[in-house]
């Protein structure tokens, strides 16, 4: 069953404290993307990657990391230096740069 | 000005009516263009995307591009309640980034 999974589907951070977002593919897409998006916006390009071992930031990387290290694979860390990420976190695929984008079923992160 | 522009509504149209959305991008460049709908609470799934000027139909979904004046726009023919959702606008504008519009709200009344 090819497609895009995230985990967990909420997450839970206390103050000062780093959490990972997991995603993985099993479509064979080149490039992954992570957004974010918060209640009456759009969705915000945080990163994106068009291949292993490489990626860029979006418009709001601060206070995010991610790496590449396996084409299946994408994870995103909240840093305690984001000072707001209460938000809809979603992970998105495609085969490749500028093509049609996948998403996968988001992970909800909530502050303690 | 925002790159991709869309009207928040909500957009009420009855059921078997045509909804029509709306949407306005800012980059001449932009190339290809592409329609999202998500539920609430969910992530956005694919309706269509579209790269020419004209009229792309598939089922009751018809997408719509006029490069000349900027716009696309997505058409639902016969509205039904599980058509009830946000659909987002996205805009490849050529500079390896989608821009996604904050989306307009459908409710299609029963």
């Known amino acids: 069953d090819g497609g895009i999974t995230q985990s967990p589907k909420y997450l839970f951070r206390k103050e000062g404290q780093n959490v990972t977002l997991s995603c993985e593919q099993n479509l064979n897409h080149d490039a992954m993307y992570w957004y974010r998006q918060d209640p009456g916006q759009g969705l915000r390009l945080i990163y994106y990657s068009q291949i292993v071992n490489d990626f860029q930031k979006g418009d709001i990387a601060e206070g995010y990391s991610v790496s590449r290290e396996k084409k299946e694979s994408f994870p995103l860390t909240v840093t305690s230096a984001q000072k707001n990420p209460t938000a809809f976190y979603l992970c998105a695929s495609s085969m490749r740069q500028q093509e049609t984008q996948y998403f996968g079923p988001g992970t909800r992160l909530l502050v303690l | ?110």
């Open chain 2, 1 to 110: 000005q925002k790159e991709v522009e869309q009207n928040s509504g909500p957009l009420s149209v009855p059921e078997g009516a045509i909804a029509s959305l709306n949407c306005t991008y800012s980059d001449r460049g932009s190339q290809s263009f592409f329609w999202y709908r998500q539920y609430s609470g969910k992530s956005p799934e694919l309706i269509m995307f579209i790269y020419s000027n004209g009229d792309k139909e598939d089922g009751r979904f018809t997408a719509q591009l006029n490069k000349a004046s900027q716009y696309v726009s997505l058409l639902i023919r016969d509205s039904q309640p599980s058509d009830s959702a946000t659909y987002l606008c996205a805009v490849n504008g050529g500079y390896q980034k989608v821009t996604f519009g904050t989306g307009t709200k459908l409710q299609v009344i029963p």
